[in-house]
């Protein structure tokens, strides 16, 4: 059976099962075995809660934890491998400036329709005020979490100075889990860039033991990335469970119209905004592409983190598209952090809804302000499970609305956050299929 088959069939019963016991395991809200209330007012049972926090969200975690562990050596690796195999410096600026110029374009196109999407529907306008009372008060407690990760959050010119970082083994000391003191990934991945064009220039003689090393680093950590994809199935199927045994189906009922704006949105984006760029700059088959693309793509909805999912994708665009590897390694790691339009996508509906919940009319200039903002976001944002609900704050904080309305999304957000890291992930092997296409024809003409 085919990997993405069985990561499909993971999601399926872990779904399933979940839904199942969150059925068979409700009780009163006020009985003495409740251990947590759902935004709905049910009460699952204190058993139910154990087995899905300390036995399926451990084992599932184990999986990402393999993933997660040899992420930074290869991110540092592929990045410093994909310069030296583009080659001279003036074909490693323009590779990079064709990816800048379509990730911006992607990502502003990803922002403007999850926006036209709120303004058409208008979800905010559809949750009664009980509604919004009993879903702020129920995810309070992680609301408070979420404002104090972004009260941490420094200013746009402070983010870009620390691109460059003081000390970049402390920046990967703390890249993955957010406690770096400067930009954590997008640190690294400078540092490994920087470092990549200074080694092309060393004497080749001199730098082929570096290169040896690289390449044995990335080779090490593409056989640990197979064994943990073995247990990917399993991990989802955990993973799932552990989500729907404790939040069911019933959240989604509440936020039905914020769901639904949202998976259009995304789904927009996906099939008709990667197809036309597919067909008009890669010149490929849409249909074909996303076939061949499935692995990368269930495991980047399994795992709801794009750097999890680099492996996969730097696996699929080599042997599968058939992407040049340099381009791949380079675009694909740089685009793991920085050309995420799901995540942009995401935000901008956020808080376009949260604004519409609580009354706050925007401008025609404050909604292009929370365009530019999601865009510059969506490449702040870490590649991991969550990691958009701070800066999601910080752009409520911009515009006016209350920033603790953002309690309201958390029941949904995991589910969601699986979605948009599938756009995420998409987007960067549309993007790299679109800058190898773009170099190739460049590379014809001369």
């Not at 839904?19 to 058993?47: E, K, M, Q, W």
């Not at 592409?289 to 399994?302: E, H, K, N, P, V």
């Amino acid at each position: 059976m085919a990997l993405h088959t069985k990561i499909l069939l993971g999601l399926l019963i872990g779904a399933a099962l979940g839904i199942a016991c969150n059925l068979s395991f409700r009780v009163p809200a006020d009985a003495a075995n409740v251990a947590t209330i759902d935004a709905n007012g049910n009460g699952i049972h204190d058993t139910l809660e154990w087995w899905a926090i300390h036995v399926a969200d451990p084992l599932g975690r184990v999986f990402l934890r393999l993933v997660l562990m040899v992420v930074l050596p290869l991110v540092f690796s592929a990045l410093v491998l994909g310069v030296l195999g583009i080659g001279d410096l003036t074909r490693l600026g323009r590779v990079g400036l064709t990816s800048l110029l379509y990730t911006l374009l992607l990502s502003g196109t990803s922002v403007a329709i999850g926006i036209g999407m709120v303004n058409l529907i208008q979800p905010g306008k559809r949750l009664s005020a009980d509604q919004t009372a009993q879903l702020k008060a129920a995810y309070s407690t992680e609301a408070d979490d979420k404002l104090a990760s972004a009260d941490k959050k420094k200013p746009l010119e402070q983010i870009l100075l620390d691109m460059l970082p003081e000390n970049p083994i402390q920046e990967m000391a703390g890249a993955l889990d957010g406690s770096s003191k400067g930009n954590g990934m997008l640190a690294v991945m400078f540092f490994a860039l920087i470092f990549g064009v200074a080694l092309s220039m060393v004497e080749e003689s001199k730098r082929a033991v570096t290169v040896t090393l690289l390449e044995s680093l990335f080779d090490a950590s593409m056989i640990i990335i197979g064994f943990a994809m073995r247990l990917a199935p399993y991990a989802v199927a955990c993973l799932m469970f552990s989500m729907t045994a404790r939040m069911g189906g019933g959240i989604l009922v509440t936020l039905l119209w914020f769901v639904l704006t949202v998976v259009l949105a995304l789904s927009i984006q996906m099939f008709v905004v990667y197809s036309l760029a597919l067909k008009t700059f890669a010149r490929r088959s849409p249909v074909k592409f996303f076939r061949d693309a499935q692995d990368a793509i269930l495991t980047a909805f399994g795992t709801s983190s794009s750097n999890a999912t680099l492996p996969t994708a730097l696996r699929v665009s080599n042997e599968k598209l058939g992407i040049p590897a340099e381009i791949g390694r380079f675009v694909l790691t740089v685009g793991s952090t920085a050309n995420q339009n799901g995540t942009a996508l995401y935000e901008g509906v956020v808080v376009l809804f949260l604004a519409q919940v609580f009354g706050v009319e925007l401008t025609l200039s404050q909604q292009l302000t929370v365009v530019l903002m999601s865009v510059l976001a969506g490449v702040g944002t870490a590649g991991v499970p969550g990691g958009s609900i701070p800066l999601i704050v910080v752009v409520l904080r911009s515009v006016g609305v209350p920033p603790d309305g953002v309690a309201i999304i958390l029941g949904v957000d995991r589910v969601l956050d699986m979605c948009r890291t599938t756009l995420n992930v998409t987007g960067d092997l549309t993007l790299a299929a679109c800058v190898a296409a773009t170099e190739e024809r460049a590379e014809a003409k001369r």
